[in-house]
């Protein structure tokens, strides 16, 4: 008989009465429409005596009624079913038959079943028995491929809950998966009574259970009869009402036990020594499948891992801004390594909640909304404190109920806390150098995944690596703070105007947390004259700082005695060749005579200075090409040039006009241009914003700049 019928109303029935095997037609209410002479012959009863009555009462005994109910309950649904039910004579004999039933359609709507009976036992039988076993073996081939090519285990355990339970009869299939040693989680169930899915999501092996027992043994176990499920297990549901026969079978992958396969059939399945090697090949395909998924998986994971690392280490090194790191790091995090993410510092002896992500908006603010109602405890057991006092992470593998109740402060923190559907947490703490700098705490959720112990030590190795950018963050402010007071201690502090001179002055560090070795100075002298110089020893560190301090006390000292560009540069020179200072330095030296309206200037291989001229014009000053002190002592060559009332003179060091691949003539033309801003205005926020628009951020050079105008 086929599989599946199809008809429509215009067409008989009577072509099934050619058929030697019984056949049996009923609507969508079961009641039979057409019976064939065979099966008139098999029931020992006249077709108008069927015609009419519910397939289940009219054919079958009264403890195999509830089974044929069960499929045709399911074949309605548009499948199939083969199996074997005892069916009753007219004169209430009994006899045992196989049965294929399937959907009858009309215009694609299923309209009834059409079911084909066989008596086992028999001539006929016995070669449908072989047509059987063929069937089973093909069925078993289809399965195999399918089960071959499947990608995940969700399409595993469509195929052997839904496609091979169809090829061995079951009518209920089950696959339930270990995820750890005590634990069993079902990953899919077809039949079976309302609401067992979700009663059955988790549960232990330890229970009385067929599928604890098969994973404790690794033995499969056979149960022929409603009796005998009863009494080997008396507090198990029924899979469905009547007589039922059961099978569950280990999935075995190198000698353990990673799942189990549970099928149960309507009525009292016979089950050959043939049958059950059918169904341990089928039960072995399956486990194959599954854990080739699942190395498949884990490489996947192992390797999304090694990449998160290495983009996370890149984002956590690629600024000093820790914090703003952080929240990128929490969020690379969601959704594929969580489905919360949330970082807390530890900020004077207090949690400061740096980022908290989600893939759904409202479910960050409601995460915010409830840290900033119910803070952290401190004396919580199992929370952000605990990591923090004890520096180790924290795995909550199953966050269960009574922990979320136990938790709760009161009711409307309880509601919260369930919204949140919290299902497994993984903290770990930020630690360097023996402080804990926070905790980044992971949350699985929507997704229903869990945290594993391969999760704790990925998400460690994270902290580790977030807790020392934290560290050398901090470590690089404190450095660079205390460099930059050490900068400032050493260079003068000017006055906005000595008489008849206004003045502006700026030190812009590099951003390392090394001092440089620049510096500058204006001193008045009698008769309204002015020195001004500015200088760079080459270097960065405590040398080129101490180099800096030791220059400019030299020069005021030397200025003290006679302030002439000559004098003081040339014993400048003897300085260096007497002491051996040991550093490259570089200056400018100008003495300003305004009773004369000129300046003199000696460069000791420095960048020349520039005049803004009161009618706005730029004189670059003309560079000697003279040597560094110490270098060629007194072979320097004296430089004049004019300085009127209004105009304004700016030296600097080359932190202002030097760039990375660039010539420094571009640089100097660059300043020219830029010169003129500082006509008007504030003179030394003028000159801080010049330098901020001229100088290379991605130098690690300082820049110093003073520039002295001359007024009435």
């Known amino acids: 008989m086929p599989c599946e019928g199809h008809f429509d109303g215009g067409v008989e029935l009577a072509f099934l009465d050619a058929f ?26 006249r077709r108008e005596v069927l015609l009419g009555r519910r397939l289940p009462e009219a054919a079958f005994t009264e403890e195999h009624q509830d089974a044929f109910r069960e499929v045709s309950e ?29 959907a009858v359609r009309r215009g694609g709507a299923v309209v009834g079943l059409i079911c084909a009976m066989s008596e086992s036992g028999t001539t006929a039988d016995r070669g449908r028995s072989a047509q059987r076993l063929a069937d089973r073996i093909t069925g078993l081939a289809r399965v195999d491929a399918e089960l071959a090519v499947a990608e995940d285990v969700e399409t595993v355990t469509k195929v052997v809950i839904s496609e091979a339970a169809d090829v061995v009869g079951a009518t209920v299939g089950s696959l339930s998966l270990l995820v750890d040693p005590d634990t069993l989680a079902l990953a899919g169930l077809r039949g079976g009574v309302a609401g067992a899915s979700s009663r059955w999501t988790r549960f232990s092996v330890h229970d009385r259970t067929p599928a604890g027992d098969v994973v404790r043994t690794g033995e499969t176990i056979v149960m022929i009869g409603r009796e005998a499920i009863q009494e080997r297990y008396p507090d198990l549901e029924r ?40 169904y341990g090949v089928l039960a072995a395909s399956c486990a194959q499948a599954i854990e080739r998924i699942r190395a498949q998986a884990e490489s996947a994971r192992q390797a999304a891992r090694v990449q998160f690392l290495a983009d996370a280490t890149s984002k956590l090194s690629e600024s000093l801004d820790y914090q703003r790191t952080l929240v990128e790091v929490a969020r690379m995090a969601v959704p594929d390594f969580a489905d919360w993410c949330a970082i807390d510092l530890v900020e004077d002896d207090r949690l400061h909640r740096l980022a908290v992500e989600h893939v759904d908006p409202e479910k960050v603010a409601l995460a915010v909304d409830l840290e900033g109602r119910y803070p952290s405890r401190r004396d919580a057991r199992g929370g952000v404190w605990t990591v923090v006092r004890t520096g180790e992470p924290l795995l909550v593998p199953e966050v269960t ?32 150098r023996g ?99 500015v200088g760079d020893v080459m270097g960065r560190g405590a040398g ?102 209004g105009d304004l003179l700016l030296a600097f060091t080359d ?30 926020a003028q000159l801080d914003r010049l330098v901020e628009d001229l100088r290379d951020r991605t130098r690690s050079d300082d820049v110093a700049a003073v520039a002295v105008r001359r007024r009435e």
């Open 20 to 45: 030697s095997q019984p056949a049996l037609v009923t609507g969508d209410d079961a009641r039979l429409v057409h019976v064939n002479p065979a099966a008139e012959r098999l029931l020992g009863v």
């Open 74 to 102: 399911q074949v309605l649904t548009g499948g199939s079913w083969l199996g074997e039910l005892d069916a009753v004579r007219g004169d209430g004999s009994t006899v045992h038959v196989e049965i294929t039933c399937a």
């Open 239 to 278: 899979a469905a009402e009547g007589e039922r026969s059961m099978i569950a079978l280990p999935l075995r992958v190198a000698g353990r036990t990673i799942g189990v396969v549970t099928w149960s059939f309507p009525g009292r399945r016979r089950i050959d020594l043939a049958e059950m090697e059918f």
């Open 401 to 432: 109920e009574e922990m979320i109740a136990g938790s709760a402060r009161d009711e409307e923190h309880l509601r919260v806390l369930r919204e949140l559907q919290l299902r497994s947490v993984l903290m770990v703490p930020l630690s360097a």
């Open 435 to 533: 402080a804990v700098h926070g905790v980044m705490s992971w949350v699985m959720a929507d997704s229903d995944r869990r945290y594993d112990a391969g999760d704790l030590s990925f998400a460690a190795d994270l902290g580790r690596r977030a807790a020392i950018a934290i560290d050398n963050s901090r470590l690089h402010t404190e450095t660079l703070e205390a460099a930059v007071r050490l900068q400032h201690a050493v260079l003068p502090v000017l006055p906005a105007e000595f008489p008849g001179w206004e003045l502006g002055s700026t030190f812009s560090p590099s951003g390392d947390a090394e001092v440089g070795g620049d510096f500058f100075d204006v001193i008045p002298l009698p008769g309204g004259r002015l020195v001004l110089f």
């Open 544 to 645: 080129a700082a101490a180099g800096m301090a030791q220059m400019r006390a030299a020069i005021r000292a030397y200025v003290a005695v006679d302030p002439d560009p000559e004098v003081v540069l040339n014993r400048l020179d003897r300085l260096f060749v007497t002491y051996d200072l040991g550093r490259l330095v570089t200056m400018i030296y100008i003495l300003v005579d305004p009773e004369h309206d000129e300046a003199a200037m000696l460069n000791a291989g420095h960048p020349p200075p520039v005049v803004l001229r009161r009618d706005g014009t730029v004189d670059q000053l003309r560079s000697t090409g003279d040597a560094p002190l110490g270098i060629q002592p007194g072979a320097r060559r004296l430089v004049e040039f004019p300085l009127a009332v």
């Open 655 to 684: 932190g202002l006009i030097e760039r990375r691949d660039e010539d420094i003539d571009a640089g100097q033309r660059r300043l020219l241009d830029a010169v003129p801003g500082l006509a008007s205005g504030d003179l030394s």
